[in-house]
């Protein structure tokens, strides 16, 4: 058992608290004071001290000391504990450390928010490595419940009984299966799979089948509505046989009828294809015409149209070389922006020369600097040197200058050689551009006389084709009406007695059709009294099969009450006085999940406070027992609770008295 023990501790700065130390006894410690003192302080600078949280377990709440509504500024919050864990001794210190930083050129400094600082047994640590040593102690849920008597209960049910569920240890089916033989047959069924798969699975399958089951009789009613009405097929068929001779005789006697007209429908088709032939040659004739028309249009207008041509050809040779004259002169822009720069590149080393020349070597003993050597003639020692060497200092100088001139010649000669590189260039050009303009006009006097030439030419239009002039199609339209007019005399009608034995055909067919479709409905009552019957065989298996379904419940049911039952047992025979409530029945006798403590029979929440006290009490013994480690357990409001229960952990009380100060005893 671990046991960890609060021997003192310190806060600064903390809520208002500008510096306090409170020692504690190994055993149970009273804190007393009016209300407002900082009582409960101890326990939230306890719980921020270990884990920077609160004991409602909120990080952002107000730890700061406030003057005015506002906190102080360059003031640092501080807890700091001893902690006896199973006899070594730790010191632990936290520090809410404001950070300031000063811009670079300001006077004063920037607030830039705040920063944890970490102590173990005055060691610094980061947040991380500090976390992972208090949990090495104590993990803050389990520190949570077993500090706090009224915590567990203000816990989700949910959480409630996973925390109970695993002080209680597991309980497996094997156990209860082994209560009963009908509860080990059950597990049995559902090897391979979870009890909870299976009870889901055998309630989706009584779904169903109660579905199907309902679907069964509607579609009986269905199959019934749907069946025929039930006649005699035999005479029927006599019928059947009797009609179809009937339309025997009447098929053969259109069949002589029919001989006649198909011989005359030949005929008719026969000069149908004589007058197809003629409308073809008719078109032709006029398709001839309108050709010859316009290939005499197109041989009259020959001339016109060599000429046209031969103007366009001119027109777009001379926009040819117009485009190779703009060009030119284009080039010839840029050759003498070329020049220009050239010129102005000579007129500056020419003055450079100029400049250049005109320097004379001087000699100076007092001058500053030597102008060869570069080196401080006020110096004596180096004046010196000047004076052993200045007929050498006048030969460099003069060696210097000649070397600049001729540099400055020589690039002046190449500039001067491209200049007229460019003036050549920039003259052919211009010879061209002239040959160029001679062809333009050359070019522009021939279309002058091509257009005369033109105009003289006169426009011949084509000769309008009018069909009804020529007189081969007028021929052919006289042969075409003789022979329509043959064709609309020999058109066949329908000879009377044929149409009234179609008509005969007719009527016969539809009573025939009519005692067919009677006779189908032989096959139709036939297979819906099958569907019918199994339909019933059906609806009789899925009934069987539902209560078999509900047989599988029932034992289920039993089980899970077993099972229940068990938990709640072993669960509740690890406390005291508290007892816990986990399930509830439906009338229908399904269990839902709750978690509801028990006082004395009485929901926690409506208990005493001292019911609720010893309670807790009683819940932190037993987590105390099953997590192995105990802390100081804070009993708020210890004033309404004359005696409580025993317990291992330290107690520490708070209570509300008439001190003016805090007291501690």
Known sequence: MKKVILKSITLRNFRGEKERTTNFNDVETTIMGENGLGKSRHFDAFVWLLFGKDTKDRKDFNIKTLADGKPLERVNCEVSCV??????????????????????????????????????NDVPLKVGEYQARINSIINDSVFKMITNPMFFAGMKWQDQREQLFQLAGTITDAEIGAKKPEFAALLDKITGKSFADFKREISARKKRLKEDLEQIQPRIDQTQKLMPEIV??????????????????????????????????????????????LKQKQQKVLFDAQTQAHEDNFKANEKRREAENDIKVAESEIMTLQRAVD?????????????????????????????????????????????????????????????????????????MKQAKLADITEKGKKLTDEVEKLDKEADKLVEKNDDLQKKITELTTNIKQLQIVLFKIPAADAKDIIAADLPEYAEFSMKIQTLEDEVRKMEPGEPADTAELRSKKTAV???????????????LIAKYTQ??????????????????????????????KARIDECERRINDLFTMVTFKLFEYTIDGNESEICIPLVNGIPFGVANAAGQVNAGLDIINALVRFHGVSAPIFIDGRESVNHIIPTESQIINLVVSKDKELIIK
């Not at 864990?85 to 936290?94: A, F, K, S």
């Not at 053969?252 to 000069?271: G, L, M, N």
Request: net charge negative; proline share 1%.
């Open 232 to 277: 005699d097929f035999e005479a029927l068929e006599a019928e059947i046989k009797d009609y179809e001779q009937q339309i025997a005789d009447v098929d053969k006697a259109i069949i002589d009828k029919s001989e006649a007209i198909r011989q005359q429908y030949e005929a008719v088709q026969t000069k149908q294809c004589e007058i197809n032939n």
């Open 531 to 560: 569907v019918i019957a199994d339909l019933e065989a059906q609806g009789k298996n899925i009934a069987q099969q539902i209560a078999d379904v509900e047989c599988e419940e029932y034992t289920i049911q039993s089980f899970t």
């Open 83 to 120: 902690l006896d864990v199973n006899g070594e001794t730790i010191n632990l210190r936290r520090v809410y450390a404001e950070k300031w930083v000063k811009p670079r050129g300001q006077v004063e400094g920037r607030f830039d928010g705040h920063e944890h600082e970490l102590y173990w």
């Open 509 to 523: 067919t539809d009573e025939i059709n009519k005692r067919k479709n009677k006779l189908h409905n032989r096959a």
């Open 327 to 399: 060009n030119n002169l284009q080039e010839a822009e840029g050759l003498k922006n070329r020049t220009r720069s050239k010129q102005e590149e000579a007129d500056i080393l020419r003055k450079q020369w100029y400049d250049e020349n005109a320097k004379e070597y001087k000699e100076n003993d007092m001058c500053l600097i030597c102008p060869v050597f570069k080196i401080n003639c006020t110096d004596n020692k180096a004046l010196n040197y000047y004076a052993e060497n200045k007929g050498k200092a006048r030969t460099s100088f003069i060696e």
